[in-house]
């Protein structure tokens, strides 16, 4: 009932209030009750003993941990290739083949793709709301030419105004990519 790690009450008691110490009482019950021929606390086992004060030390009571239901993009390529070289589309117009997906647990409101080309200047994609698990094609990137020079880098900034609260996933936003000369 005493419990140090509480604070104390007005009256200078560390007891734990309401149904946490309702669960500490019934808790320490059941050991006690369970024990068998053990009954005394000096005869009880020592797994008890560390239960019984396990009960007493945290109020018999719990928190659950609160989930974060936030949302947490990640730019993809579109296709089945891998390596700094699997958004380029290079049959035809050199572009870039990018899908958003949102791998966290909450929706991901409306937001800003940026593709940052090194050289060739910067690109703005609207990104329309993704729900949990969902992924968006975005339309192809045309590469300017003058980015190729010999090869294209580039970098897909995804949430790049910092727009969506991404609690778990702000370190996963950037990506960067290289595309050779067609």
Request: charged share 15%; net charge negative; aromatic share 4%.
């Amino acid at each position: 009932r005493h419990n140090p790690a509480l604070p104390p009450d007005a009256a200078g008691s560390r007891k734990a209030d309401g149904p946490c110490r309702n669960v500490a009482e019934t808790a320490v019950t059941l050991l006690l009750m369970s024990a068998g021929p053990y009954r005394t606390a000096g005869h009880l086992p020592l797994a008890m003993h560390c239960c019984i004060w396990m009960v007493l030390t945290t109020g018999g009571c719990i928190t659950p941990e609160e989930s974060v239901h936030t949302a947490d993009l990640i730019a993809l390529p579109d296709g089945s290739y891998g390596g700094v070289d699997a958004y380029c589309e290079m049959t035809g117009t050199p572009q870039l083949r990018i899908v958003i997906q949102n791998q966290g647990q909450g929706v991901a409101p409306s937001s800003i793709t940026r593709v940052q080309f090194s050289p060739g200047g910067t690109v703005d994609i609207p990104t329309a709301p993704l729900q949990s698990a969902q992924r968006r094609v975005l339309a192809p990137i045309t590469i300017p030419t003058s980015c190729f020079d010999p090869d294209c880098d580039f970098t897909i900034m995804v949430d790049a105004r910092a727009q969506i609260d991404e609690t778990t996933g702000e370190e996963n936003n950037v990506t960067d990519g290289r595309c050779t000369r067609p």
